[in-house]
């Protein structure tokens, strides 16, 4: 496995692109299962959970590769309609092959995805939505069978506002008969991209871009290329690098309007922040003024910035609090940091900092996603040397991050590692 040792306390300064959206391009690849065919994925980022999606749909009879930044796609020989227990357990959004499965073959067995390592990731609302299409769904052995001669066009409400339920229930809906109206849909940008590849493929969406979304039945879908939209949250992550080490950075080939709340946040704490068409500049130069800061849904903080924000609250002098209302465990990052001598206590959902102390560095173990992302920020302002262990994580949602830091002026060196 690999680590990263992080030599602390150096400034970043320069200019670096992002790379395209891992849960917009998650969210794409099953689109690809509606309509046999020959797809190009531009702006694809080279990524652990791109391969796992890439290796479910050729377990299922379907060809991609994934070449500089394409990925390419063809779908015409799909003769599986199977989502194993070994896949959708290594990445939850192999779950989203639910919903194109039912509505191009009219059957699907997709494993449960069960639980991740901040606790439990229901799917009662995907399963939901697939019953009020028409489809039979029954749960054996930690899989969801689904069966479904036709999907019909329905109207559901979704009582909690759910990223992936709304992605399946969409690309189910799109060649169901007659109309089907979604209410409290999710309003990301990765759902909205994933509304327009589906009208590129011929698909009948209105409200695209709201919250309540009416899906006219067709018959059939062409393929079509599309190019992935940037990655907001690695945009957020390379902004907040910038400002936790009171550096000066220009990120590029970001859409700044998917980040606009964090952009906000980052001046609140004393970032001098510009936008110009799709780079955002950002400066700080002193220590971060404290900012709470609790997560909601789009257009709102991003529970997937929450963990970085906590690190950058480390270098603020004075209380902070930050709440995840999406995740309400999702803090696996916090007794991380506190080997670091972060003073960070945990009630309920939310973390209270106590910033300004100093941090010296220690080795740490990432345990997902966005918490790892959070060592490494830590790792960046500790004194002397952080090992953060198991930053395979890392490699699920971040693409060549470690170059990206180090061109900026970071020490971030990927060594191999025995230990666990
Ligand atoms: C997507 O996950 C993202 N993943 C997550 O990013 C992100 O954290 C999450 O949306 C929230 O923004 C991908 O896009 C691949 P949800 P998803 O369904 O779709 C509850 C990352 O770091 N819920 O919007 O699984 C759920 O428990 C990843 O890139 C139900 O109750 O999230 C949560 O509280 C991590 N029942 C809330 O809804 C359901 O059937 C939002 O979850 C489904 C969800």
Request: hydrophobic share 40%.
């Amino acid at each position: 496995m690999d680590k990263f040792v992080i030599e602390g306390g150096r400034r970043l300064s320069g200019s670096v692109k992002v790379s395209g959206s891992k849960n917009g391009v998650l969210a794409l690849i099953p689109a690809t299962i509606l309509a046999p065919g020959i797809y190009n994925i531009f702006n694809t980022p080279n990524l652990r959970d791109v391969w796992t999606m890439s290796q479910l749909m050729n377990s299922m009879g379907a060809f991609c590769e994934l070449n500089d930044n394409t990925l390419f796609v063809d779908s015409r020989n799909l003769n599986k309609f199977e989502a194993p227990y070994e896949l959708v357990k290594k990445m939850r959004a192999s779950f989203y092959v639910l919903g194109p499965l039912l509505a191009r073959f009219g059957e699907a067995k997709v494993s449960l995805p069960g639980g991740c390592a901040w606790g439990p990731r229901p799917v009662d609302l995907h399963l939901k939505a697939m019953e009020k299409l028409g489809a039979e769904i029954s749960i054996d052995g930690g899989y969801v069978y689904a069966k479904a001669k036709k999907l019909k066009g329905t109207r559901f409400n979704f009582d909690v506002s759910s990223v992936g339920a709304t992605g399946n229930m969409l690309m189910a809906a799109v060649l169901a008969e007659g109309t089907t109206l979604i209410t409290n849909a999710a309003l990301e940008p990765e759902i909205t991209a994933l509304a327009r590849f589906l009208v590129k493929m011929g698909a009948q969406i209105d409200g695209i871009g709201t919250s309540q979304l009416e899906i006219h039945g067709v018959n059939s879908l062409k393929p079509v290329d599309e190019t992935a939209i940037p990655d907001r949250i690695e945009a957020a992550t390379l902004l907040i690098a910038a400002a936790i080490t009171k550096g000066e950075i220009e990120v590029k080939d970001v859409n700044p309007y998917h980040l606009s709340s964090v952009i906000v946040k980052l001046e609140e704490s004393g970032c001098d922040i510009d936008v110009t068409g799709d780079t955002i500049y950002c400066k700080q130069d002193s220590d971060p003024i404290p900012i709470d800061f609790t997560t909601s849904i789009y257009p709102g903080l991003p529970t997937d910035v929450q963990a970085q924000w906590v690190a950058y609250m480390l270098q603020a002098k004075g209380q902070t609090k930050v709440t995840d209302t999406i995740y309400t465990d999702r803090f696996k990052h916090v007794p991380e940091l506190q080997r670091l001598g972060a003073d960070i206590k945990l009630i309920d959902n939310s973390a209270i900092i106590n910033g300004g102390k100093p941090l010296s560095g220690a080795t740490l173990m990432s345990s997902d996603l966005r918490g790892s992302a959070s060592l490494v920020l830590a790792g960046l302002i500790a004194e002397g040397t952080t090992d953060v262990l198991r930053v395979y994580h890392m490699d699920r949602g971040y693409e060549k991050f470690e170059e990206k830091l180090n061109i900026l002026g970071a020490s971030v060196k990927r060594m191999k590692t025995e230990l666990i």
